[in-house]
């Protein structure tokens, strides 16, 4: 075997990252949602996965040509390595691998990374110019440090249900929200830790907690009742912070969605609806009035709209200046026209041919979004392997190991 080399960059890749290597240790949402955004920004994204298996989201189910939703959601333009860290030589390849990468991420089950070798201050000693990033449920030094966190368990745990549904009936925000804020809180941790770096020459150790980010999400609730010491209701499809702001029944059985978000808009609202009079009525001048007096605002706004095709409703609210949508599946969203006429789906390679992913949000001038393969379990084993300078007999060697 001869040393480590420096991995090679793709002439593919492309973006303000390609000149970063990123090393996941990752399953589920959380970290892969994080190192496909740093994908789609061009870094290169090795995924480490187990032999037998792999990510466990790869059999969540088939409905994608046979490859699982969740996975094919989160895993674009990334390498798969098969590798058993469990194994001796198994860490031994890992660690070559960090030793030519710039960024590790990994959101293993308490305690893991500290018993396989690879937690801060392990990789300190070791690779003092990596930027690793660990992914945890609620932190290492709490007393909820062992537990283990899923997406529903941290939103149940941080007071998200009880926001969400209707007084009795709570419920689990239907998107990741958890997860997917977790991962984005962890690419800007990743990219403030590459600055860093550019100007120091030494990497960084940080982590991001599941239940942090969701008590962050949860800011706005926590304050509240922080200080006036009770619980909002929760107003299924609306705000308790603002009225009127929800959902109302139209003539043609659609469902409009109309926001105002302070006095100055409520009064333009009100004429829309042919009621000027209420924006200087006590009783719903002010939000706070509203919000008192909720049930009787969404009424006035219901009738109205229960009188007008949706399309009426929304060209007034329009041309008055009120935020306004319609209430859509997410069948109706897959042929949104708006996703059509900016092209943001396109095709992406795949084990089992192209399919249809939608675009990553960021736009960046002079940039296009590189959207990779989704990986086979293991795909790349041998062509990261060799890079790493291990001979076609090393590779055999732990294949028939089981290591890789």
Known sequence: MTSAATFETSADRRGPLADVTVVAVEQAVSAPMCTRTLAD??????????????????????VVNGMAAHFVWANRGKESVSLDLKRPAGMEIMHRMLASADVLISNLTPGATRRLGIDAESLKARHPRLVSLEISGYGSDGPMAHKRAYDLLIQAESGTCATTGLPGQPSKPGPAIVDVSTGLYAVITILAGLHARGHSGAGTSSSVAMFDAATELMGYALTHARYTES????VGMGSPALAP???????????????????????RLSTMIGRPELADDDRYRRNVDRVARRGEVDEIVAAWCAQRRLADIQAAADEAGIGNARYNTPLDVVDHAELAARGRWQ???????????????????????????IPA??????????????TDEDISSFREAGTI
């Open 41 to 62: 920004l061009g870094a290169r994204v090795i995924k480490i996965e187990n032999p037998r298996g792999g990510d466990f989201t790869r059999d969540y189910d088939d």
């Open 231 to 234: 619980n909002q209701p929760p």
């Open 377 to 390: 379990l293991g795909e790349h084993t041998s062509t990261v392997l060799a890079e790493l300078g291990y």
């Open 347 to 373: 095709e992406v390679s795949s084990p089992v041919g192209s399919v249809t992913s939608l675009l990553p949000p960021p736009v960046i001038s002079g940039h296009s979004a590189w959207m990779g393969p």
């Open 245 to 267: 702001y929800g959902a109302y029944g139209t003539l043609d059985l659609h469902t409009a969605v109309l926001g105002t978000t302070n006095d100055a808009e409520f009064r």
